[in-house]
T-cell receptor, first 113, second 110 residues
Framework: EPEVTQTPSHQVTQMGQEVILRCVPI?????FYWYRQILGQKVEFLVS????????KSEIFDDQFSVERPDGSNFTLKIRSTKLEDSAMYFC???????????FGQGTRLTVV | GEDVEQSLFLSVREGDSSVINCTYT??????LYWYKQEPGAGLQLLTY?????DMKQDQRLTVLLNKKDKHLSLRIADTQTGDSAIYFC??????????FGKGTTLSVSS
């Protein structure tokens, strides 16, 4: 069964460093998303991406965040200068028909120290 | 903003039925979802229901929707130890971002 894969599964980084979280969406999907979950809190929407551009973003997704689809298979989330409060589980998702029936990856746990 | 609330923990015995409850605030929600997360795994879509339905059954899973009270439940019949996981309720309007609850940890004892 096709699945969304995320790497790495766990990343530890120092405050102020840049991190790139990587995702390989399901191959025929056209819509891509990032969500995050801070420990003990809700899963929150960050950004959606369609047709090589951001289609929707939340207020969390500020100038420190960016997304890219550098080739036909990867979808990345970059955090330019990480803060302690960026520590969270980051989930990538993809869909062939918008947010409905989105398939999620297993998540990358980001720890900022 | 819109919100989704669910109880945090549920403990049941193997073979019993589990009922996980959820309330949501967005009366314009088009879809309501249940996701399952096992340890170390992603969010697996279990089932979803359109807001114009009041019940959906899929094998051991029954979803009930009370649109008037904005209340959604997931019933798992004959709960097994393999059903132990975190269950997330989510809602959205068609094509918009999912709004998730905090998740209910289901613990099944043998």
């Amino acid at each position: 069964e096709p699945e969304v894969t995320q790497t790495p599964s766990h990343q530890v980084t120092q405050m102020g460093q840049e991190v790139i979280l990587r995702c390989v969406p399901i191959s025929n999907h056209l819509y891509f998303y990032w969500y995050r979950q801070i420990l003990g809190q809700k899963v929150e929407f960050l950004v959606s991406f369609y047709n090589n551009e951001i289609s929707e973003k939340s207020e969390i997704f500020d100038d420190q965040f960016s997304v890219e689809r550098p080739d036909g298979s990867n979808f990345t989330l970059k955090i330019r200068s990480t803060k302690l409060e960026d520590s969270a589980m980051y989930f990538c998702a993809s869909s062939d028909r918008g947010h409905d029936e989105a398939f999620f990856g297993q998540g990358t746990r980001l720890t900022v120290v | 903003g819109e919100d989704v609330e669910q109880s945090l923990f549920l403990s049941v015995r193997e073979g019993d039925s589990s009922v996980i409850n959820c309330t949501y605030t967005d009366s314009s929600s088009t879809y309501l979802y249940w996701y399952k997360q096992e340890p170390g795994a992603g969010l697996q879509l279990l089932t979803y229901i359109f807001s114009n339905m009041d019940m959906k059954q899929d094998q051991r899973l029954t979803v009930l929707l009370n649109k008037k009270d904005k209340h959604l439940s997931l019933r798992i019949a004959d709960t097994q130890t393999g059903d132990s996981a975190i269950y997330f309720c989510a809602s959205n309007q068609a094509g918009t971002a999912l709004i998730f609850g905090k998740g209910t940890t289901l613990s099944v004892s043998s």
